[in-house]
């Protein structure tokens, strides 16, 4: 069985003619000379390179659909008749002190200087892709309302069309990141907080020491990788002075801007855009702790790490270097994820899954705190977009694992709440939101909740931050009532204990006990007595 049909996708905008394709090439099994497209070959035969990424790149978001054998589908959360976890210490659990919106949904990270956030989840790096730079507004204020963090991703500085550097190529100026952390920290209200993200060019280019200490950034994440591929971090830019700017700034631009080839290319239209990519990173334990010391020697409060879809080998590392240098919060993406902007064909082919790599990591830090040593707090990302899911990856990686880091499922709310503005600007509203109303007190469930926190102020909110204050709610609410059902009224209860694995294949990756197998002795022995 093909876990996919390459060759053909909505996110290359291509497709087959046929409805008989082979498995293994995506090509149709009756390829006719004449035909008039649309699938991948077709496409790349005369537009190249632009079919490696999904597309058009600044309106869309793109995640993996590879199949994978096993997911987190393949766990269900169990539901108990009696008891409960997490109560005030002396407290039986009645039915009167277990109600589902008892329950506590706080989480916290880090090492020393904690984090605490309202729900056990914060948004994926979001860094200099165009959907990002656009929609910050919505995302930042989203989160900060929300009470969650958020991740402000790689070469933000750099690619700045305003950024100003000194005589020794360092940033001085970078008016987006201002504007990013302003935006964040003007509803910040004690939960959460921004991290900043570092890349090899941000790392040259002197970002950590600009946040730090012209912007009182406080919390610094050192990047290894994403779960959406396994190169550096890619946009487009439909510039050729812009294009020959980033070349100029150190940044690799495919096409080179300065070929005269290209150039005659561009102004013949042929070549429409130009790719901006990073560099790959390469890491080297000593010079780890060293990154590390010298950011904390800047006045960083808290570092973190974030790493890929990499094999266990790699995983290991960031494990065990993380535990070494008390690292504040290990995020470990897996594959396919999502993205603004990656090879598509990488994004479905590359790296570990997620549910895979979440089971290699307990493996790796149960040997590690069996050795005393300091677990690192750990949050998993790569596909997730629902309460179920949060429930499931926190029992699963429980004690360690203290949230989820989510990339599209927090970008989406921000970005229908930004177009239910537009629409009712435009008395255009789709079908799909009219039906609850024809204004934004109507149509948002928590609007009036918002105004009474907020009073006129709630006019000032983004209707993409109202959007994903909403859309979090909706998490919080339904995670309670797995909690309540599982009888966990604290995140801190939730063990591995409250899942079981519905295929044999599963419960030998997961360690998780089979569905037949879960509490099988318990009830013999009800039986038995």
């Known amino acids: 069985m093909n876990l996919r049909r390459p060759n053909a ?18 090509i149709c099994t009756r390829c006719v000379d004449g035909c008039r497209g649309n699938c991948e070959v077709f496409k790349a035969t005369f537009r190249g390179r632009e079919v490696i990424y999904p597309g058009p790149f600044g309106e869309i978001t793109a995640g993996g659909d590879k199949d994978y054998p096993v997911d987190y589908s393949h766990l269900n959360v169990q539901g108990y008749a009696l008891g409960a976890k997490g109560l005030p210490e002396g407290v039986e659990g009645n039915p009167d002190n277990t109600l589902f919106t008892m329950v506590d949904t706080e ?31 919505h995302f930042a204020v989203g989160a900060a309302i929300s009470g969650i963090s958020i991740v402000c991703g790689e070469n933000v500085c750099g690619i700045d069309p305003a950024l100003e550097l000194n ?45 730090i200490e012209k912007l009182g950034v406080e919390t610094i994440e050192l990047k290894w990788g994403q779960g959406a591929k396994c190169i550096g971090g890619e946009i487009k830019v439909d510039s050729l002075d812009r294009a020959l700017e980033l070349q100029r700034r150190g940044y690799l631009v495919t096409p080179d801007p300065s070929d005269p080839a290209v150039q005659a290319a561009y ?13 790959l990173g390469f890491i080297d334990e000593e010079s780890f702790y060293a990154e590390v010391e010298r950011l904390r ?26 535990s070494n240098a008390k690292i504040d919060l290990l995020t470990i993406d897996g594959a396919p994820g999502g993205t603004g902007m990656s090879p598509w064909r990488m994004m479905e082919e590359w790296g570990v899954p997620t549910f895979y790599l979440q089971c290699m990591t307990n493996q790796l830090v149960e040997r590690l705190r069996a050795k005393g040593a300091y677990v690192p707090d750990i949050a998993i990302a790569g596909g997730f977009s629902t309460e179920d899911h949060v429930f499931k990856v926190l029992a699963l990686g429980a004690p360690h694992t203290k949230a989820v880091c989510m990339g599209r499922a927090l970008m989406i709310p921000g970005f229908v709440g930004k177009n239910i503005g537009k629409w009712l600007e435009e008395k255009d509203l789709p079908r799909t939101v009219s039906e609850f109303g024809s204004t934004k007190e109507e149509i948002f469930v928590s609007y009036e909740v918002l105004k009474a926190k907020y009073g006129n102020e709630v006019e000032n909110l983004p209707l993409g931050a109202i959007g ?28 591995q ?33």
Not at 172 to 183: G, Q, S, T
């Open 497 to 529: 204990a409250d899942l079981m694995a519905l295929t044999r294949e599963a419960a030998e990756i997961s360690g998780i006990p089979y569905v037949m197998d879960a509490y099988r002795q318990e009830a013999f022995d009800i039986i038995d007595a």
């Open 297 to 322: 020697a800047l006045g960083a409060k808290r570092v973190t790490l974030k790493t890929g879809a990499y094999p266990m080998r790699e995983l290991a590392m960031a494990i065990k270097w993380a």
């Open 468 to 495: 994903i204050y909403t859309f979090a709610d909706k998490i919080k609410v339904g995670l309670q009532q797995l909690m309540s059902g599982s009888r966990n009224m604290r995140l801190s209860t939730i063990s």
């Open 9 to 26: 996708n909505e996110a290359t905008q291509t497709s087959n003619r046929s409805r008989d394709v082979s498995p293994s090439s995506g």
């Open 167 to 211: 005589d020794k190529g360092k940033v001085v100026k970078a008016p987006d990141m201002e504007r990013r952390v302003e935006l964040y920290r003007r509803y910040h209200e004690g939960y959460g907080d921004i991290l900043v993200q570092l890349n090899v060019e941000d790392t040259r280019l002197g970002v950590a020491e600009y946040v």
């Open 107 to 137: 989480t916290e990270f880090g090492y020393q200087n904690k984090v605490r956030m309202k729900l056990p989840i914060f948004t994926g790096a979001l860094g200099s892709t165009e959907i990002a730079r656009k929609n910050w507004e």
């Open 267 to 279: 102004r013949a239209t042929a070549i429409k855009h130009f790719e901006r990519h990073s560099r």
